[in-house]
């Protein structure tokens, strides 16, 4: 007859199932985590090759980030976004969604609140504005005089185009864009060195009070613990793409956002 388990013997299993557990799982969530990360990189590094695709055909011009003209069309009054200028180039309308969001892809200035990835706010043209003159811009900047050319890009490998976004169904909400204009300036007054708001929770549910023009954050939103260990890609004016945490992003210098 076998002996049957004593209630010792039980409770040891248990408990060694248990610290396998406490072990494994943290590393499972690490995985999954790593997995969400290289797919976010290489779906939004697809956006940066359009970006080179788009320019090719215009004349080395970045593709706007919004139009604003000086005289609006009547029958179309709304500004002009740029997912729908870059869709031709990718033919998909998962990859301006970020991995692992509700996101939607921003079909029109109507539906500009929704979708979780962002370009910047620096590729943006404005021809009504006068608080957007390049090297001096300000707080709110949604786009200068003309189209930027890639020639302006004296670093490439250094200029932040694309990253993760807040967003939300109507609101507040800006998430076809992050604007590098409305964070914090550069200490040792360096206009380049400057940044966007850059968190890694919902900065824009978190402060009702303020505009959307004041905010159009970057959320790094993988990760993300609101201690800024939250990460997000960052594709790069030359074509690369690399994940950076919310604490590093906030360095200034680490990487460029206002190059215009």
Same mark, same amino acid.
């Given at each position: 007859?076998?002996?049957?388990?004593?209630?010792?013997?039980? @409770?040891? #299993?248990?408990? *060694?199932?248990? *610290?396998?557990?406490?072990?494994?799982?943290? #590393?499972?969530?690490?995985?999954?985590? %790593?997995?969400? =990360?290289?797919?976010?990189?290489?779906?939004?590094?697809? @956006?940066?090759? /359009?970006?080179?695709?788009?320019?090719?055909?215009?004349?080395?011009?970045?593709?706007?980030?919004?139009?604003?003209? /000086?005289?609006?069309? $009547? %029958?179309?009054?709304?500004?002009?976004?740029?997912?729908?200028?870059?869709?031709?180039?990718?033919?998909?309308?998962?990859?301006?969604? /970020?991995?692992? !969001?509700?996101?939607?892809?921003?079909?029109?200035?109507? /539906?500009?609140?929704?979708?979780?990835?962002?370009? !910047?706010?620096?590729?943006?043209?404005?021809? !009504?504005?006068?608080?957007?003159?390049?090297?001096?811009?300000?707080?709110?900047?949604?786009?200068?005089?003309?189209? %930027?050319?890639?020639?302006?890009?004296?670093?490439?490998?250094?200029?932040?185009? +694309?990253?993760?976004?807040?967003?939300?169904?109507?609101?507040?909400?800006?998430?076809?864009?992050?604007?590098?204009?409305?964070?914090?300036?550069?200490?040792?007054?360096?206009? =380049?060195?400057?940044?966007?708001?850059?968190?890694?929770?919902?900065?824009?549910?978190?402060?009702?009070?303020?505009?959307?023009?004041?905010?159009?954050? *970057?959320?790094?939103?993988?990760?993300?613990?609101?201690?800024?260990?939250?990460?997000? $890609? #960052?594709?790069?004016?030359?074509?690369?793409?690399?994940?950076?945490?919310?604490?590093?992003?906030?360095? +200034?210098?680490?990487? *460029?956002?206002?190059?215009?």
């Amino acid at each position: 007859m076998k002996k049957a388990f004593t209630l010792i013997e039980l @409770l040891v #299993v248990i408990a *060694i199932i248990a *610290i396998l557990a406490a072990i494994l799982f943290p #590393v499972f969530a690490q995985a999954k985590l %790593a997995a969400k =990360k290289a797919r976010a990189l290489a779906q939004m590094k697809q @956006l940066g090759t /359009a970006v080179y695709m788009y320019a090719s055909d215009y004349d080395d011009y970045f593709v706007p980030s919004s139009i604003r003209p /000086a005289v609006p069309d $009547p %029958a179309n009054p709304n500004p002009e976004i740029w997912p729908p200028k870059v869709y031709p180039y990718v033919k998909n309308q998962e990859i301006f969604v /970020a991995v692992d !969001t509700d996101g939607k892809f921003a079909t029109d200035w109507t /539906a500009r609140h929704n979708q979780s990835i962002g370009y !910047t706010d620096a590729a943006g043209v404005d021809q !009504t504005s006068t608080q957007c003159v390049p090297g001096a811009a300000l707080p709110g900047c949604e786009g200068f005089a003309s189209a %930027a050319n890639f020639s302006v890009a004296e670093e490439p490998a250094s200029i932040g185009l +694309f990253s993760t976004t807040a967003h939300g169904v109507g609101g507040k909400w800006r998430g076809y864009v992050f604007n590098p204009y409305n964070g914090p300036a550069d200490p040792g007054g360096d206009y =380049k060195k400057g940044l966007p708001i850059i968190a890694d929770y919902d900065y824009v549910a978190a402060n009702p009070a303020l505009s959307p023009g004041e905010m159009k954050p *970057i959320f790094a939103r993988y990760g993300a613990d609101a201690k800024g260990n939250g990460m997000t $890609p #960052v594709i790069f004016a030359d074509g690369h793409a690399k994940a950076y945490s919310a604490k590093a992003m906030n360095s +200034f210098g680490k990487i *460029i956002w206002r190059f215009r």
